[in-house]
């Protein structure tokens, strides 16, 4: 495997050596692989990326799950660049797309009312919680453990290093999270408990999860269990918030709250949002609540600050509106669903055959691949956890040493544990990144 990046990624080794002096890490954000060196990458098109020493890789990283019509989609581009040429990439006023796109998420989410577009899908975590107390008028916020709701101080402090059992957070002084609470996945008594608890200390504002588990559903919940939670937070007249950065547009328009049929208090947006064009975040949900964001326009005096000088600007919002369409058009989630399925299978029917220690598993178009053996789950009901397995060797070391492998033959995954798929990945793509893996 090393020898395959000493002798064919000799142009990207020279631009990440080139980084280590100027960027941290030598590496912007930490998607970006990075063992023994990250490559740089020069194209992308559909299923496939090129790196600068022209080698071509099958894409089931998506930027994180971002470009669900695959990569660098034409029909979208051509409008970014037709608004690009007219407007600029920003004024700061109003512009017909960001109606537009608003008017379609409520059109496709039913919990949806009222939507802003926000930069990010850490800004709409934060912009949402911050609803959520503003309207409630309660301090606590509860999210599951091992969930990640992007990097803003108080939604960071307490997340675990897989295999390391070490904090992240650095930086982050414990007042920031004083009052969010972690629970276990799965467990709504002691999530009962919790809320009888604080109710005794001020009340819950907010429930905040992942619907199909924390990590995009490293740790899968339950099929019923966001119908149960729902009902609790009812009980408990706390707002349920899901965090459908993953999620939206990706498991079909409605997202997660229509595959599972369950309607949320407030939702967050990111990622697919914006077909994967920048500034991809939002957060929309039932008119009451979201009208604390007019302050006095009309709405409640509890007037919500959020912001971002390129929040909603043209760009986001015309490659928005026009990714959800050609979504719609193109019936991209269940495409990418079938797709999933098949690599699902696929990896399944190479894991059985050769004997692995290893377990694949999808939710449609977000493939589970855990080779470094922290799970398993029932095959016929890949909701359901039947047996934690804990190895010697660290999870972390294991994940890099599988994602260089899987590059050394053309394939790039999201940490070696999970993969995307999209519109773009047909039955040949899927079959050829089989025999891939198969190979490694
Ligand atoms: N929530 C979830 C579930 C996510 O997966 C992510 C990003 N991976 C975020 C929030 C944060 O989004 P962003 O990276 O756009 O800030």
Redesign the pocket.
């Known amino acids: 495997v090393l020898s395959y990046f000493d002798t064919h990624c000799r142009q990207s080794k020279l631009v990440a050596t080139a980084a280590e002096h100027v960027i941290p890490g030598g590496v912007q954000h930490n998607l970006a692989f990075n063992y023994p060196h990250p490559l740089a990458i020069r194209a992308a098109d559909g299923a496939y990326l090129s790196d600068l020493d022209g080698n071509r890789y099958i894409d089931f990283l998506q930027a994180?799950g971002a470009t669900l019509l695959g990569a660098n989609y034409r029909p979208v581009r051509e409008r970014v660049q037709a608004v690009l040429a007219e407007c600029g990439p920003v004024t700061g006023l109003l512009h017909e797309y960001e109606v537009k796109l608003a008017e379609l998420v409520c059109r496709h989410v039913p919990s949806v009312e009222m939507f802003r577009m926000l930069g990010?899908?850490?800004e709409a975590?934060m912009a949402a919680i911050r609803l959520a107390r503003a309207h409630t008028g309660r301090k606590w916020i509860v999210k599951m453990g091992g969930g990640?709701?992007?990097w803003s101080d108080q939604m960071v402090y307490g997340i675990r290093v897989p295999g390391t059992g070490r904090m992240d957070a650095a930086g982050i002084p414990r007042s920031a999270a004083a009052r969010i609470q972690e629970g276990f996945p799965h467990d709504l008594h002691a999530l009962r408990r919790r809320l009888q608890l604080n109710r005794l200390r001020g009340g819950t504002a907010a429930v905040i999860v992942?619907p199909f588990g924390p990590e995009?559903g490293t740790r899968p919940v339950t099929a019923e269990f966001n119908g149960e939670l729902r009902t609790l937070c009812d009980e408990f007249e706390v707002l349920l918030i899901f965090?459908e950065?993953?999620t939206g547009f990706r498991t079909g328009l409605s997202g997660a709250q229509g595959y599972f049929d369950v309607r949320p208090d407030l939702t967050v947006f990111?990622?697919c949002l914006t077909g994967g064009y920048p500034m991809?975040?939002g957060v929309g949900g039932q008119r009451d609540i979201m009208m604390n964001l007019a302050g006095g326009l009309g709405g409640s005096q509890k007037k919500v600050l959020v912001g971002g000088t390129l929040s909603a600007n043209p760009l986001s919002c015309v490659a928005g509106y026009y990714s959800i369409l050609e979504m719609e058009k193109t019936q991209a989630a269940q495409h990418a669903g079938r797709a999933g399925d098949r690599l699902c299978a696929g990896l399944t029917e190479i894991i059985d055959r050769l004997g692995l220690p290893y377990v694949a598993y999808n939710q449609g178009s977000i493939v589970h691949l855990q080779t470094s053996g922290v799970m398993l789950m029932d095959a016929r009901n890949p909701f359901k956890l039947i047996k934690l397995v804990r190895e010697a060797e660290s999870r972390k070391r294991s994940m890099e040493e599988f994602g260089a492998a899987y590059c050394a033959h053309g394939l790039i995954t999201l940490a070696g544990s999970r993969l995307y798929t999209s519109l773009a990945d047909t039955d040949e793509v899927i079959d050829e990144a089989l025999n891939r893996f198969e190979d490694v």
Do not use: I, L, R
């Open positions: 994180g990010s899908g850490t975590v990640y709701h992007g992942e995009s965090d950065v993953v990111g990622k991809s975040g």
